[in-house]
């Protein structure tokens, strides 16, 4: 049988999106396309802003698991699809609830912040949400004394550590794209490109942070390109971004970092590649796979990550 083109999959899902008052929210790290058919593009705390402030009955998420489970615990009310349920994320994956519980429980009277990259269990079982966007400030926001335990991610808990100084414990999970870039493969491109800069997103490990010209979430990637005057970037994220980044200025050139290992494809995250059009259309059409998150896990969840959102708004980030 002929398969439908890509523009007829586009029509169809601009008319069930109408049709059905849903709204396609889509993470920078998706492919281009999809990020083209979006209604909002951003990174997590853009999408969760927006997942808890429209009018849509249905939210179909371009992304992975926990930000569609974010996007159901701010929006209980909606229906939340999620048109791949095997798209996870390494990093949620190295933070077990079980594990997290003991962990916790080894280590008393600590306010507990998590990224966003967690499944909604951890999420309930913590105080404070943040995303790479907010998280040095969600950390300054508390008292000098207040001692703390940041989760799953191990550089980007020590990238604030060392940018705060705060009493801080930090779980040991790492994501497989972040940890995976090549310092000598970026230090060759630096010296093939001289005047590239080298921007590098907070998970990447501590010897590539320390040769970058700018670290910052991948929406401060994405301002800072915009902004710069430069004309070549090595970019140390996943290269989903590089999309957004040569829209805004398509003059420019973006080179993507490249992994450790060449022949992975590491640079771009295969759960997030998991995503489709054509997984889009059936999810939009069919209404599921859908996201469901059981009630006391979700109230519990839902608190500190609107806590995350007061200090976010409060200190107009
Ligand atoms: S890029 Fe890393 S942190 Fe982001 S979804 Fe993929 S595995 Fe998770």
């Given at each position: 049988m002929k398969q439908p083109s890509t523009e007829q999959n586009i029509y169809e899902i601009e008319r069930l999106k109408k049709e059905k008052n849903a709204i396609i929210l889509a993470h920078y790290y998706q492919t281009g396309d999809i990020q083209d058919i979006a209604d909002f593009v951003g990174d997590s705390l853009a999408l969760s802003q927006k997942a808890s402030s429209n009018s849509a009955d249905i939210i179909l998420f371009a992304g992975v698991k926990f930000m569609a489970e974010t996007a159901k615990i701010l929006s209980p009310e909606?229906?939340?699809?999620?048109?791949?349920?095997?798209?996870?994320?390494?990093?949620?994956?190295?933070?077990?609830?079980?594990?997290?519980?003991?962990?916790?429980?080894?280590?008393?009277?600590?306010?507990?912040?998590?990224?966003v990259n967690t499944t909604a269990e951890i999420k309930a079982l913590s105080d404070i949400i943040c995303t790479s966007s907010n998280a040095v400030q969600i950390v300054e926001s508390l008292p000098p004394d207040e001692k703390i335990i940041f989760a799953p991610d191990r550089n980007l808990g020590n990238y604030i550590l060392n940018k705060t100084g705060r009493d801080m414990i930090i779980w040991n999970g790492t994501c497989h794209v972040h940890e995976e870039f090549s310092l000598e493969a970026i230090i060759k491109l630096k010296k093939e490109n001289p005047e590239a800069?080298?921007?590098?997103?907070?998970?990447?490990?501590?010897?590539?942070?320390?040769?970058?010209?700018?670290?910052?979430?991948?929406?401060?990637?994405?301002?800072?390109?915009?902004?710069?005057?430069?004309?070549?970037?090595?970019?140390?994220?996943?290269?989903?971004?590089?999309?957004?980044?040569?829209?805004?200025?398509?003059?420019?050139?973006?080179?993507?970092?490249?992994?450790?290992?060449?022949?992975?494809?590491?640079?771009?995250?295969?759960?997030?590649?998991?995503?489709?059009?054509?997984?889009?259309?059936?999810c939009l059409k069919y209404e599921e796979p859908e996201i469901i998150v059981p009630g006391e896990i979700l109230i519990n969840a839902r608190k500190p990550i609107i806590r995350m959102m007061e200090i976010s708004e409060k200190l107009g980030l």
């Open positions: 909606k229906k939340v699809l999620l048109p791949d349920l095997n798209a996870g994320c390494s990093l949620a994956d190295s933070c077990k609830a079980e594990d997290f519980s003991k962990f916790l429980k080894e280590n008393p009277g600590r306010t507990v912040i998590s990224y800069k080298i921007i590098v997103h907070p998970e990447c490990e501590l010897p590539v942070r320390l040769v970058a010209d700018f670290i910052g979430s991948t929406s401060a990637l994405l301002q800072y390109t915009k902004k710069d005057k430069s004309n070549c970037y090595i970019v140390a994220t996943e290269a989903g971004i590089i999309h957004q980044m040569k829209k805004e200025n398509p003059d420019k050139t973006y080179i993507p970092a490249p992994p450790r290992d060449s022949t992975c494809g590491c640079s771009e995250c295969n759960f997030m590649k998991l995503i489709t059009l054509d997984k889009i259309l059936k």
